[in-house]
Protein backbone atom coordinates (compact mmCIF):
# COMPACT_ATOMS: atom_id res chain seq x y z
CA UNK A 1 0.00 0.00 0.00
CA UNK A 2 1.47 3.45 -1.04
CA UNK A 3 2.42 5.63 2.23
CA UNK A 4 0.85 9.01 2.45
CA UNK A 5 2.57 12.00 3.18
CA UNK A 6 2.32 13.88 6.02
CA UNK A 7 1.13 17.39 5.19
CA UNK A 8 2.99 20.13 6.28
CA UNK A 9 1.19 22.88 9.51
CA UNK A 10 0.57 25.50 6.26
CA UNK A 11 -0.98 22.26 3.99
CA UNK A 12 -3.49 21.79 6.94
CA UNK A 13 -3.87 25.06 7.98
CA UNK A 14 -4.85 25.40 4.17
CA UNK A 15 -7.28 22.84 3.95
CA UNK A 16 -9.38 23.64 6.97
CA UNK A 17 -9.55 27.41 5.58
CA UNK A 18 -11.10 26.34 2.28
CA UNK A 19 -13.71 23.97 4.30
CA UNK A 20 -14.86 27.30 6.25
CA UNK A 21 -14.43 29.38 2.98
CA UNK A 22 -16.99 26.91 1.68
CA UNK A 23 -19.26 26.49 4.72
CA UNK A 24 -19.27 29.78 4.61
CA UNK A 25 -20.19 30.32 1.22
CA UNK A 26 -23.38 27.94 2.17
CA UNK A 27 -24.25 30.43 4.77
CA UNK A 28 -25.13 33.93 2.61
CA UNK A 29 -27.59 35.36 1.69
CA UNK A 30 -28.53 36.27 -1.59
CA UNK A 31 -31.28 37.22 -3.93
CA UNK A 32 -32.57 34.30 -6.22
CA UNK A 33 -29.13 33.32 -7.15
CA UNK A 34 -29.09 29.89 -9.25
CA UNK A 35 -27.24 27.37 -7.39
CA UNK A 36 -23.98 25.59 -9.21
CA UNK A 37 -23.68 22.06 -9.65
CA UNK A 38 -22.13 20.00 -6.54
CA UNK A 39 -22.15 17.17 -7.92
CA UNK A 40 -18.75 16.72 -9.79
CA UNK A 41 -15.99 16.38 -7.42
CA UNK A 42 -13.45 19.31 -7.10
CA UNK A 43 -10.61 19.22 -9.82
CA UNK A 44 -6.86 19.63 -8.36
CA UNK A 45 -5.79 23.35 -8.79
CA UNK A 46 -5.46 24.41 -12.67
CA UNK A 47 -2.33 25.40 -14.37
CA UNK A 48 -4.39 26.57 -16.87
CA UNK A 49 -4.20 30.35 -15.86
CA UNK A 50 -5.13 33.38 -17.31
CA UNK A 51 -2.42 35.81 -18.81
CA UNK A 52 -1.30 38.61 -16.11
CA UNK A 53 -3.70 41.80 -16.94
CA UNK A 54 -5.86 39.45 -19.21
CA UNK A 55 -9.49 38.74 -17.92
CA UNK A 56 -10.93 35.11 -18.28
CA UNK A 57 -13.24 34.88 -20.99
CA UNK A 58 -17.09 35.06 -20.04
CA UNK A 59 -17.64 31.41 -21.93
CA UNK A 60 -14.79 30.06 -19.71
CA UNK A 61 -15.90 31.16 -16.58
CA UNK A 62 -19.43 30.10 -17.55
CA UNK A 63 -18.05 26.42 -18.09
CA UNK A 64 -15.71 26.89 -14.81
CA UNK A 65 -19.37 27.22 -13.02
CA UNK A 66 -21.69 25.28 -14.64
CA UNK A 67 -19.09 22.17 -14.33
CA UNK A 68 -18.29 22.81 -10.72
CA UNK A 69 -14.72 23.51 -11.87
CA UNK A 70 -13.03 23.95 -7.80
CA UNK A 71 -9.21 25.19 -8.15
CA UNK A 72 -9.47 26.86 -11.46
CA UNK A 73 -8.20 30.72 -11.49
CA UNK A 74 -10.47 33.67 -12.62
CA UNK A 75 -10.14 36.79 -13.25
CA UNK A 76 -12.54 39.18 -14.38
CA UNK A 77 -14.57 42.53 -13.70
CA UNK A 78 -17.72 42.07 -11.28
CA UNK A 79 -20.27 44.56 -9.23
CA UNK A 80 -20.55 44.81 -5.77
CA UNK A 81 -24.32 44.05 -4.53
CA UNK A 82 -24.17 42.51 -0.99
CA UNK A 83 -21.71 43.20 1.55
CA UNK A 84 -21.54 40.57 4.25
CA UNK A 85 -19.84 40.75 7.96
CA UNK A 86 -16.51 39.32 8.24
CA UNK A 87 -15.98 35.72 8.93
CA UNK A 88 -13.61 35.58 12.00
CA UNK A 89 -13.39 31.95 12.04
CA UNK A 90 -9.88 31.23 11.53
CA UNK A 91 -7.98 33.33 8.99
CA UNK A 92 -10.20 36.28 9.05
CA UNK A 93 -11.96 36.46 5.42
CA UNK A 94 -14.29 40.02 4.30
CA UNK A 95 -16.82 39.07 2.54
CA UNK A 96 -19.27 39.92 -0.16
CA UNK A 97 -21.25 39.49 -2.94
CA UNK A 98 -20.10 40.22 -6.59
CA UNK A 99 -22.51 40.14 -9.97
CA UNK A 100 -20.62 39.57 -13.07
CA UNK A 101 -21.21 40.91 -16.59
CA UNK A 102 -23.35 37.53 -17.26
CA UNK A 103 -25.61 37.87 -14.21
CA UNK A 104 -23.96 34.81 -11.99
CA UNK A 105 -23.22 36.37 -8.25
CA UNK A 106 -19.86 34.84 -6.78
CA UNK A 107 -18.93 34.90 -2.58
CA UNK A 108 -15.45 36.99 -2.68
CA UNK A 109 -13.43 35.69 0.61
CA UNK A 110 -11.11 38.08 0.68
CA UNK A 111 -8.48 37.14 3.24
CA UNK A 112 -7.66 40.35 6.06
CA UNK A 113 -4.71 38.67 7.74
CA UNK A 114 -2.73 38.77 4.51
CA UNK A 115 -3.80 41.60 2.44
CA UNK A 116 -5.67 44.89 3.50
CA UNK A 117 -9.27 44.94 3.71
CA UNK A 118 -10.73 46.26 0.40
CA UNK A 119 -13.10 49.42 0.89
CA UNK A 120 -15.98 48.14 -1.10
CA UNK A 121 -19.94 49.40 -0.84
CA UNK A 122 -22.81 48.28 -2.66
CA UNK A 123 -22.60 49.14 -6.38
CA UNK A 124 -18.79 49.33 -6.39
CA UNK A 125 -16.86 48.17 -9.72
CA UNK A 126 -14.12 45.92 -8.60
CA UNK A 127 -11.79 43.53 -11.11
CA UNK A 128 -10.64 40.07 -9.31
CA UNK A 129 -7.96 37.69 -9.60
CA UNK A 130 -8.92 34.39 -7.40
CA UNK A 131 -9.17 30.58 -7.51
CA UNK A 132 -12.71 29.33 -7.66
CA UNK A 133 -14.74 26.75 -5.41
CA UNK A 134 -18.10 25.51 -5.94
CA UNK A 135 -20.84 25.85 -3.52
CA UNK A 136 -24.39 25.03 -4.04
CA UNK A 137 -24.88 28.88 -5.47
CA UNK A 138 -22.63 29.99 -8.43
CA UNK A 139 -19.14 29.83 -5.97
CA UNK A 140 -16.75 31.28 -3.78
CA UNK A 141 -13.58 33.02 -5.01
CA UNK A 142 -10.65 32.96 -2.82
CA UNK A 143 -6.57 33.39 -2.68
CA UNK A 144 -7.55 37.02 -3.49
CA UNK A 145 -4.41 37.87 -2.26
CA UNK A 146 -0.49 37.33 -2.46
CA UNK A 147 1.06 33.61 -1.34
CA UNK A 148 3.18 34.05 1.49
CA UNK A 149 4.68 31.01 0.52
CA UNK A 150 5.05 32.25 -2.75
CA UNK A 151 4.57 28.69 -3.83
CA UNK A 152 1.72 29.91 -6.76
CA UNK A 153 0.80 33.03 -8.48
CA UNK A 154 -0.96 35.30 -6.23
CA UNK A 155 -4.74 36.49 -7.20
CA UNK A 156 -5.76 40.29 -6.12
CA UNK A 157 -8.46 42.80 -6.13
CA UNK A 158 -9.01 46.35 -7.92
CA UNK A 159 -10.90 48.95 -6.49
CA UNK A 160 -10.86 52.87 -7.18
CA UNK A 161 -7.52 52.73 -9.12
CA UNK A 162 -5.75 50.38 -5.72
CA UNK A 163 -4.55 46.94 -5.79
CA UNK A 164 -5.55 44.81 -2.57
CA UNK A 165 -3.50 41.53 -2.51
Known amino acids: MPRR ?27 GDSPAST ?12 PHGSDTPPARIESIIRDGKSGEIIQAPATVTKT ?17 DSGRTLLIAHNIDLAKRVPVSEGDA ?4 GQYETNERDGVIHWTHRDPANRRPGGWIRHDGREYK
Open 126 to 129: IRFR
Open 84 to 100: LPDDNDGSRHQRFIVKL
Open 39 to 50: SNPPSSVSTARS
Open 5 to 31: RKRTPLQAALVIVVALIAYAGKQWGGS
